[in-house]
């Protein structure tokens, strides 16, 4: 079975540029979340979705962060404008649902922002 | 607020050495608690969890036991190998499956 699949693996920008993430979780998870990873720190939760709802966002720079779950599969995150802070690892993570399940991590998305 | 707080690396072993990686926990109530791995390249992997205090959770050789009367969640390993360098993160589960996660700690084994 396919884990959770993220793109694009890198991504190198300017500032000031627009940036998108695309997420695709495991097959029948419901439940969606976004992490942020900085360098030499662990991942912190930006949104947390059940299907298409996002029930807690309350971590998210909704100045310049945004994200959509349209059909509760995919999802997209997206930056704009970056900035130079917004240099991280961009983690995906599903799991069956928000109760005492597994979340399982894609491979993440590295952005540099120059 | 709730939060976990691990033993700063990096660590350098010896193929076949001992390993403890400490983890520490503050949290309201009775999180569940968990080791993820990452190796180079890839996303977090779960290694092991325990959901109650003096549960012991292991796999691949790791162990690590729920301590409450410690807040403790130490990772250990008898033998280590080269196929375990990785970063090694602790983390609690709190409500909603909301996890909070250690800054890791990164591991170097020598053949």
């Known amino acids: 079975e396919a884990g959770v699949v993220q793109s694009p693996r890198y991504k190198i920008i300017e500032k000031k540029q627009p940036v998108a993430f695309w997420c695709n979780p495991i097959s029948g998870h419901n439940t969606l979340y976004w992490y942020r990873q900085n360098l030499g720190q662990g991942p912190e939760l930006l949104i947390r979705y059940e299907n298409e709802e996002a029930v807690d966002d309350s971590q998210l720079p909704k100045d310049r962060f945004s994200a959509e779950r349209l059909k509760g599969v995919d999802s997209t995150l997206k930056i704009q404008p970056a900035e130079l802070g917004d240099s991280a690892v961009y983690l995906c993570?599903?799991?069956?649902?928000?109760?005492?399940?597994?979340?399982?991590f894609g491979p993440g998305t590295r952005l540099l922002v120059l | 607020g709730d939060s976990v707080t691990q033993m700063e690396g990096p660590v350098t072993l010896s193929e076949e050495a001992c390993l403890t990686i400490n983890c520490t926990y503050t949290a309201t109530g009775y999180p569940s608690l968990f080791w993820y791995v990452q190796y180079p390249g890839e996303g977090l992997q779960l290694l092991l969890k325990?959901?109650?205090?003096?549960d012991k959770g292991s796999n691949k050789g790791f162990e690590a036991t729920y301590r409450k009367e410690t807040t403790s969640f130490h990772l250990e390993k008898g033998s280590v190998q080269v196929s375990d360098s990785a970063v090694y993160f602790c983390?609690?589960?709190?409500?909603?499956?909301?996890?909070?996660f250690g800054a890791g700690t990164r591991l170097t084994v020598k053949p």
């Open positions: 983390a609690l589960r709190v409500k909603n499956n909301d996890m909070r």
């Open positions: 325990a959901t109650k205090a003096d």
């Open positions: 993570a599903s799991s069956l649902g928000t109760g005492q399940e597994t979340q399982y």
